[in-house]
Structure formats: C-alpha cells, structure tokens
C-alpha cells in the first residue's frame, strides 16, 4: 500500500503561483493531480509516468506543470497564472498502469489532499 502526503496548498491572487507536492512512500510507476470544487466532481488536472512524460487537462494547459523525482518518490504541481476557478481541494493520486488520466476510479492510491483557494 503507497501512501500519499500532499502539500503547499494555500491562498493566492489571481495570477498568483503556487507549487504544490507529494511525497510518495513508495515508487509507483503513474502519478497524478486531481481535484474537486465544492459541489462539483473531481477532475483529472495532470498526469505523469515514470519517464517524465505528462498529460495535462484543457484548462490548465500552459499554466500548470508536472514533475516528479523519482528518487525521492516525490510528485509536484507548478501553478502559475492561478485563476479564481481552480479554487479546489487537490489530491495526488497513484497507479501502477495507464499514466494519463482516463479512468478516474481505477487509482489505487489517493492522499488527503490539500487546499487551493484562488481570490480574484
């Protein structure tokens, strides 16, 4: 059982930046960002494998990016040009197959999350 720890959430501006991280307990070969608005359901923002390669959500494309050290097991989420509606809880998230982010369900790994709130 990987265990996932987020954290660097807190409040910005508008066209703030934020960079927020995970720290895995173990390797897992996918890793990713998602998150939920209050009354909305949570949405894949970006995702990565092992070997860098990411796959980032419409909305966030240009502003967001993915990274992960793998010899820290440690994922991260550079936010930059922060806008008021990516205001959301954002949880990290790990599975061993498919590293984009189809599938919702089927990751095996979730953190607690950790907030973003984005003031216009």
């Known amino acids: 059982q990987v265990q996932l720890q987020e954290s660097g959430g807190g409040s910005v501006q508008s066209g703030g930046s934020l960079k927020l991280s995970c720290a895995a307990s173990g390797d897992t070969r996918c890793m990713a960002w998602f998150r939920q608005a209050p009354g909305k359901e949570r949405e894949g923002v970006a995702a990565?494998?092992?070997?860098?390669?990411?796959e980032y959500v419409d909305s966030v494309k240009g502003r967001f990016t993915i990274s992960r050290d793998n010899a820290k097991n440690t994922l991260y989420l550079q936010m930059r040009s922060l806008k008021p509606e990516d205001t959301a809880m954002y949880y990290c998230?790990?599975?061993?197959?498919?590293?984009?982010?189809?599938?919702?369900?089927?990751?095996?790994?979730w953190g607690q999350g950790t907030q973003v709130t984005v003031s216009s």
């Open positions: 990565i494998a092992r070997d860098g390669r990411g």
């Open positions: 998230a790990a599975r061993e197959f498919w590293c984009d982010l189809t599938g919702r369900d089927t990751w095996a790994h």
